[in-house]
């Protein structure tokens, strides 16, 4: 799987620009508020129609411009794929891949698959569960097409069900809906921690390798998921989750009335980190933590390799210099196989690099590309 070629128009400071890529390593270069992670951002953007920074397409256009537009063209699964978006204000955006019209953005997941690492995953463990969970959703959304059906689903009955339960003192016979919300809700969230369950098990089965590579086997890396607590099996069948859903938002009735909170669901899930043990958020160094989010993000990738048959694209957004020399070579010796993407301010000070392509960027446009 290949980016072969990447067409920008109007995409944050780029108002136009065209750049062929190397088969595996490009280096993406310049001084800081360039340009360097937006071009990132939309490869990453043609893989699930997400931003890892905008909540909102509009931000992801140029300012004083109406649309913006991304165009890439892709070979995976033994063939070439033309992928297209279209960004409008006030309109819903609009998805091709080789000039067909796609109705969702799940209809992308397969085509190109990203593993995108920037400096903000290196807190992945320190973080709250929310950032826990954005990793798990952007993870499944790429293999699973239902799972963004789903997960899209979800989060607009729940904003519904926050409007009830914030409003149904002042207007009471909005309560009428809520036990209609309650179990669409319980039937989406049954297939979120479905998928969710299955994913962990799967990154369980890869980063704590991955981790012992790394720290010389002197420290076990351990994962959990946590979902609602009638949930006795999330691994389980998809119906046996949405009963005890069911249950669990029974027995919150009257505390989420109370709170005018939505207080059961995969909403407040979490991947739980353990060394030896132990909570790595609360008992982890930042070297330990910083190590075990590598080993996460570098079992996605070969998650993903396992999953399709071929290594997904590689997007180091300028992570690789918040690293120590010893976590470098880490990263570096471990991403062998397959297209990368990094950036940087100073190429000169990245050591043990296969040779590829680099790029130089100045506002918002490619000064250089060369063979290096």
């Known amino acids: 799987m290949k980016l072969n070629r990447l067409e920008l128009d109007f995409f944050r400071n780029y108002a136009h620009v065209e750049a062929t890529f190397h088969p595996r390593v490009n280096l993406i270069y310049g001084d800081n508020a360039q340009g360097k992670t937006n071009l990132l951002e939309a490869i990453a953007y043609l893989s699930s129609a997400r931003s890892h920074r905008a909540r909102y397409d509009r931000e992801l256009i140029m300012l004083d411009q109406p649309q913006g537009y991304i165009k890439g063209e892709v070979d995976s699964r033994e063939r070439t794929f033309i992928l297209e978006a279209k960004l409008c204000r006030g309109k819903t955006r609009q998805l091709w891949s080789n000039g067909l019209r796609l109705k969702t953005a799940g209809e992308l997941a397969g085509i190109l698959t990203t593993v995108l690492f920037c400096p903000e995953d290196l807190y992945l463990i320190r973080e709250g569960a929310a950032a826990r969970r954005r990793f798990l959703d952007g993870a499944i959304c790429q293999l699973r097409p239902r799972y963004a059906q789903a997960l899209a689903e979800y989060k607009r009955l729940y904003e519904h069900k926050t409007r009830i339960l914030r409003d149904w003192q002042e207007n009471p016979s909005l309560l009428d809906t809520l036990d209609d919300f309650n179990l669409r809700m319980a039937q989406f969230g049954a297939r979120i921690i479905y998928y969710r369950a299955h994913f962990v098990r799967r990154l369980g089965e890869q980063a704590p390798a991955i981790h012992a590579d790394f720290s010389g086997g002197r420290e076990q890396l351990g994962l959990r998921y946590e979902t609602v607590s009638t949930v006795q099996d999330p691994l389980g069948s998809v119906q046996d989750i949405f009963e005890s859903l069911m249950r ?125």
């Open 248 to 372: 669990h938002q029974e027995s919150h009735r009257r505390a989420e009335l109370d709170s005018r909170q939505c207080l059961s669901g995969p909403h407040k899930d979490d991947l739980v980190v353990e060394l030896d043990g132990q909570s790595a958020k609360q008992f982890g160094s930042q070297g330990q933590t910083r190590t075990a989010a590598l080993s996460l993000k570098l079992a996605q990738r070969e998650i993903f390799q396992q999953e399709t048959g071929e290594w997904p694209v590689l997007l180091l957004d300028d992570v690789l210099s918040e690293l120590d020399g010893k976590r470098q070579s880490f990263v570096l010796n471990r991403i062998q196989g397959g297209q990368v993407f990094i950036t940087c301010c100073e190429p000169e000070k990245l050591d043990g690099l296969e040779r590829g392509k680099s790029f130089q960027i100045q506002g918002g446009s490619v000064l250089s590309q060369h063979l290096v």
